[in-house]
């Protein structure tokens, strides 16, 4: 059974430029949550999504920063016109459902974004 | 919202000692509360977690405490090795607001042979 998937592990961009993370989580799993760790911080909670629907972006920059989860494929966390304060890793995590005694949040190996 | 606080930032320990490290939350309605270890360059891995209806758990050389009424956890290393050197984190939720994991700042443990 695959975990959490990502890529790219390691992306590397110039300032003004895309960066498109994806996230597939695990088998069995319909929920899927983005969170950033700056360097030598901790995790931030981003944006929470099940297939088709943003449950919850509280922690989404208003601009720039985008997220989806579509019906089919793996969910993308998007970056337009990046900076160099964008460069962190971007954790992906997943569960299979929501709020139930047995969930646990897995994460996946991460995407390390560098703005140069 | 739920604000976690976690001490210390650094912890040095002998090979052998025991580590503890201690959360704060603020949240009463936060009942899950999973530690995780991530080493440099890596993911945070889930070593061990507690719910509230819980006031212990361990597992092997690993164990957490929670006190609800303090509204405190912490994390208890026992016979430390230098493959536990890393960074630990703790981490509260409501499951009302599942997945939105509130983190703590984390500790770096070194662990000296």
């Known amino acids: 059974n695959a975990g959490v998937m990502q890529n790219p592990r390691h992306l590397v961009r110039r300032r003004g430029q895309e960066a498109r993370l994806r996230c597939s989580p695990m088998k069995g799993h319909s929920h899927v949550y983005w969170y950033r760790q700056l360097p030598e911080e901790g995790l931030k909670f981003m944006v929470y999504?099940?297939?088709?629907?943003?449950?919850?972006e509280s922690g989404m920059p208003k601009e720039r920063f985008s997220a989806e989860f579509p019906k089919e494929g793996p969910s993308i966390l998007r970056i337009q016109q990046v900076v160099r304060g964008d460069s962190a890793a971007y954790f992906c995590?997943?569960?299979?459902?929501?709020?139930?005694?047995?969930?646990?949040?897995?994460f996946g190996e991460g995407s390390w974004l560098t703005v140069v | 919202g739920e604000n976690v606080e976690q001490h210390p930032s650094t912890l040095s320990v002998q090979e052998g000692d025991s580590a503890v490290i201690k959360c704060t939350y603020s949240?009463?309605?936060?009942?899950?509360f999973p530690w995780y270890k991530q080493e440099l360059g890596k993911r945070p891995q889930l070593i061990i977690d507690i719910r509230s209806n819980v006031g212990e758990k361990k597992d092997q050389r690993i164990a957490v405490t929670l006190n609800k009424t303090a509204k405190h956890f912490s994390l208890h290393i026992t016979e430390t090795q230098p493959e536990d050197s890393a960074v630990y984190f703790c981490?509260?939720?409501?499951?009302?607001?599942?997945?939105?994991?509130?983190f703590g700042a984390g500790t770096q443990v070194v662990v000296t042979p």
């Open positions: 999504l099940q297939k088709e629907n943003i449950i919850d």
């Open positions: 995590a997943s569960s299979p459902a929501k709020g139930t005694a047995e969930n646990t949040i897995y």
């Open positions: 981490a509260a939720i409501a499951t009302d607001s599942w997945g939105k994991l509130q």
């Open positions: 949240d009463s309605a936060s009942n899950y």
